[in-house]
């Protein structure tokens, strides 16, 4: 079982990036979807969650209005696309995947079982 994340990169503050988490497996379209970051020296942080069932989102405050998590389960892929991007979202990115329904426990990341190697995001200001 495999995440692969991609599409991080370097860019200039409000510009936009697409990141892009495949699975290898088609049972992963039953799992709950979610991107953490993690900045230098700190925690990982919840970014965005994308459930199965009616495609149900979530999303950090410093994500809202600015970010969307969405799902291709017909290509076993979580996409988050990142708009108007700030220095402060420098981190790595990673997704992870779940079989947690309960709403309180997607933010924790030791609710998730698989994760993605991470891909950078360097936003320069």
């Known amino acids: 079982v495999q995440l692969q994340a991609c599409g991080g990169g370097l860019v200039q503050a409000g510009d936009s990036l697409r990141l892009s988490c495949a699975y290898s497996?088609?049972?992963?379209?039953?799992?709950?979807m979610t991107w953490f970051r993690q900045a230098p020296g700190k925690e990982r942080d919840f970014v965005a969650t994308?459930?199965?069932?009616?495609?149900?989102?979530y999303y950090a405050d410093s994500a809202k209005g600015r970010f969307t998590i969405s799902r291709d389960n017909a290509k076993n892929m979580v996409i988050l696309q990142m708009n108007s991007l700030k220095p402060e979202d420098t981190a790595v990115y990673y997704c992870?995947?779940?079989?947690?329904?309960?709403?309180?426990?997607?933010?924790?990341?030791?609710?998730?079982?698989?994760w993605g190697q991470g891909t950078l995001v360097t936003v320069s200001s």
């Open positions: 992870a995947a779940g079989s947690t329904t309960i709403l309180s426990q997607i933010y924790n990341p030791s609710a998730y079982t698989y």
């Open positions: 497996e088609r049972s992963f379209n039953n799992y709950v």
């Open positions: 994308i459930f199965r069932n009616y495609g149900r989102t």
